[in-house]
Nanobody, 114 residues
C-alpha cells in the first residue's frame, strides 16, 4: 500500500523560511514533487524532482525554494526561503510510481502572514 506522509507546514512571517518533508513508501517512485492550492485557485506545481536529480520549478518560486530528494529513503524535501504572503496555500506531496500511477499526500498548510 502506497503512503505519502507530509510534515513541516505552519505559520511564518513574510521573509521567513519553512521546510516541508514527504516520506513515501510502498512503491518505486520515479518522480516526486510538491504542488500547492490556495483558496479559490487551482492546484499548481511548485517543484518536482526525478530520480536522476532533474528538477523543475514554478517561475514564482525560482531562487527561493529548493527541492531535494533522498532516493534511498524515498523522501523529498522542499526548503522554502524568503516566503511571501502569496505562498500561502495547502502544499501537497505527489509521487509518480514506476508503473505511472500518481499518489498524493494529505496536504499541509503553509501560512505566510505577519
Amino acid at each position: 500500500q502506497v503512503q505519502l506522509v507530509e510534515s513541516g507546514g505552519g505559520l511564518v512571517q513574510p521573509g521567513g523560511s519553512l521546510r516541508l518533508s514527504c516520506a513515501a513508501s510502498g512503491s518505486i517512485f520515479i518522480a516526486m514533487g510538491w504542488y500547492r492550492q490556495a483558496p479559490g485557485k487551482e492546484r499548481e506545481l511548485v517543484a518536482s524532482i526525478r530520480a536522476g536529480g532533474t528538477t523543475l520549478y514554478a517561475n514564482s518560486v525560482k531562487g527561493r525554494f529548493t527541492i531535494s530528494r533522498d532516493n534511498a529513503k524515498n523522501t523529498v524535501a522542499l526548503q522554502m526561503n524568503s516566503l511571501k504572503p502569496e505562498d500561502t496555500a495547502v502544499y501537497y506531496c505527489r509521487a509518480v510510481s514506476d508503473t505511472a500511477n500518481l499518489y498524493w499526500g494529505q496536504g499541509t498548510q503553509v501560512t505566510v502572514s505577519s
